[in-house]
Nanobody, 124 residues
Framework: QVQLAESGGDSVQAGGSLKLSCVAS????????MAWFRQAPGKEREGVAA???????YYSDSAKGRFDMSRDNAQTTYYLELNSLKPEDAGMYYC??????????????????WGQGTQVTVSS
């Protein structure tokens, strides 16, 4: 089973930027999707962005135009660049693998492995 480890979370002011990383213990299966979710206290985990095998990307409405998902050439490290951060972007950010071909990529139950999360705090 692939292991995932997130990092890069921090406390920033509104309008600031962060770049999160998700390191996979190996290259994920060719049909699998890698996604970023976030979870605020008392709220459900919600999909933020996802990337498929061929580099196709998907974003939530709140992430479009502000967040950018990318990966390295080895396809073992995935990044999520967060720009123009708002207080409502705060939460624990998790990367997850699953959702074959990124179908229904924003549904939590489509993912089979998760990292431990990295905390993002945004102050107004």
């Amino acid at each position: 089973q692939v292991q995932l480890a997130e990092s890069g979370g921090d406390s920033v002011q509104a309008g600031g930027s962060l770049k999160l990383s998700c390191v996979a213990s190996r290259k994920i299966e060719s049909k699998a999707c890698m996604a970023w979710f976030r979870q605020a206290p008392g709220k459900e985990r919600e999909g933020v962005a996802a990337m498929g095998a061929v580099g196709d990307t998907y974003y939530s409405d709140s992430a479009k135009g502000r967040f950018d998902m990318s990966r390295d050439n080895a396809q073992t490290t995935y990044y999520l660049e967060l720009n123009s951060l708002k207080p409502e972007d705060a939460g624990m950010y998790y990367c997850g693998v699953g959702a074959p071909f990124c179908a229904e990529w924003d549904r939590v139950n489509r993912y089979v492995r998760w990292g431990q999360g990295t905390q993002v705090t945004v102050s107004s």
